[in-house]
């Protein structure tokens, strides 16, 4: 199938920059990048950000866990 798209100048010089430095041909960019945003994550798969996932902490700082003691519990609704 053939699918003809018209790309404003900059997004094109980007993609054109892009496929040049990983040196692959700008529809192989263009194929991965559909690809990549049409996989369906397994479910298994985390919903966090890799910046999230791979946070460290300053060593100066306690860890959040030293806290959990001093949380409030969580508040029971009343039901009637």
Do not use: H
Not at 20 to 40: D, G, H
């Amino acid at each position: 199938m053939q699918i003809k798209i018209n790309l404003p100048p900059d997004l094109e010089q980007d993609l054109l920059q892009q496929a040049k430095t990983a040196n692959v041909l700008l529809q192989t960019l263009i194929l991965q990048a559909l690809r990549q945003m049409i996989e369906i994550p397994s479910v298994s798969a985390s919903q966090w950000p890799e910046a999230i996932l791979s946070y460290e902490s300053f060593p100066d700082f306690a860890s959040f866990e030293s806290y959990r003691d001093e949380l409030l519990s969580p508040c029971e609704p009343e039901l009637f």
